[in-house]
C-alpha cells in the first residue's frame, strides 16, 4: 500500500519525481543524482519537456 503525499510530508520522507514522458524522463533520468531536492530535478524535467515541444 502507498504512503500518501501528506504523510511523507510530515515524516520528511523524499517523494518520487512526477513523470512526464517516457523519452524525457529516460533521458533526465541519467542527471537525477545531480539534484539533492526532487522538485530541482522536476524544474530540470520540464525545461526539457518544453524545449522538445511536448507541452
Known sequence: MAMDIAEQIRQHLP????????LIDDYCSFYRSLFS??????????????NYGVA
Open 15 to 22: 517523494r518520487n519525481p512526477t513523470e512526464t514522458v517516457p
Open 37 to 50: 531536492d526532487v522538485r530541482n530535478y522536476e524544474y530540470f524535467k520540464y525545461l526539457h519537456y518544453t
